[in-house]
T-cell receptor, first 115, second 112 residues
Framework: DADVTQTPRNRITKTGKRIMLECSQTKGHDRMYWYRQDPGLGLRLIYYSFDVKDINKGEISDGYSVSRQAQAKFSLSLESAIPNQTALYFC??????????????FGPGTRLTVL | EDKVVQSPLSLVVHEGDTVTLNCSYEVTNFRSLLWYKQEKKAPTFLFMLTSSGIEKKSGRLSSILDKKELFSILNITATQTGDSAVYLCAPGYGGATNKLIFGTGTLLAVQP
């Protein structure tokens, strides 16, 4: 079974619609992250959370919001989707007890297309 | 501004060749540097480097970090078609915040 899962895996929606992408993990990690990946731009951090009560903006948070419903669940919402939010979205986790280790584990990704 | 530059952007080689992928970085409160391999799915972890000059090895892959000159290289010897992927460099920064900043990657294509 996958340690980090994302739903849906693919989604096509229209401009102005509200969309929620969900991430669940069974790794027991405290830290969770949302990234988007665009061709030529690499992976960029949208939001990250260190525990259920901690939410932080990344470098490209405008147009997005998140919810950390439990240690194992971290959702990303697009309140009103626009075409330039078409991208591949990844959720990732890391372990706070790993000290200097920055290793992050990625989910399989959600391909979102906004028409 | 924190940044990561990987080179080359893309590379085409034949099976058996040796390749060297480069990563230079400038980040605040550097902690470590990670390499990931991304095929047509999620990035998978290869190496984490924290100290200069200590080479990490895993089979045909090896990597080294130079914290003074702010770069890292990833070497792949005796390449195979299964090595075809995008290789991502990601310095960890920000002290306890445990964040990664990703380069745009090097696309490696290994031809039979």
């Amino acid at each position: 079974d996958a340690d980090v899962t994302q739903t849906p895996r693919n989604r096509i929606t229209k401009t102005g619609k509200r969309i929620m992408l969900e991430c669940s993990q069974t790794k027991g990690h405290d830290r969770m992250y949302w990234y988007r990946q665009d061709p030529g731009l690499g992976l960029r951090l949208i939001y990250y959370s260190f525990d259920v009560k901690d939410i932080n903006k990344g470098e490209i948070s405008d147009g997005y919001s998140v919810s950390r419903q439990a240690q194992a669940k971290f959702s990303l919402s697009l309140e009103s989707a626009i075409p330039n939010q078409t991208a591949l979205y990844f959720c990732a986790t890391s372990d706070v007890t790993s000290g200097i280790r920055n290793e992050q584990f990625f989910g399989p990704g959600t391909r979102l297309t906004v028409l | 501004e924190d940044k990561v530059v990987q080179s080359p952007l893309s590379l085409v080689v034949h099976e058996g060749d040796t390749v060297t992928l480069n990563c230079s970085y400038e980040v605040t409160n550097f902690r470590s540097l990670l390499w990931y391999k991304q095929e047509k799915k999620a990035p998978t972890f290869l190496f984490m480097l924290t100290s200069s000059g200590i080479e990490k090895k895993s089979g045909r892959l090896s990597s080294i970090l130079d914290k003074k000159e702010l770069f890292s290289i990833l070497n792949i010897t005796a390449t195979q078609t299964g090595d075809s992927a995008v290789y991502l460099c990601a310095p960890g920064y920000g002290g306890a915040t445990n964040k990664l900043i990703f380069g745009t990657g090097t696309l490696l294509a290994v031809q039979p």
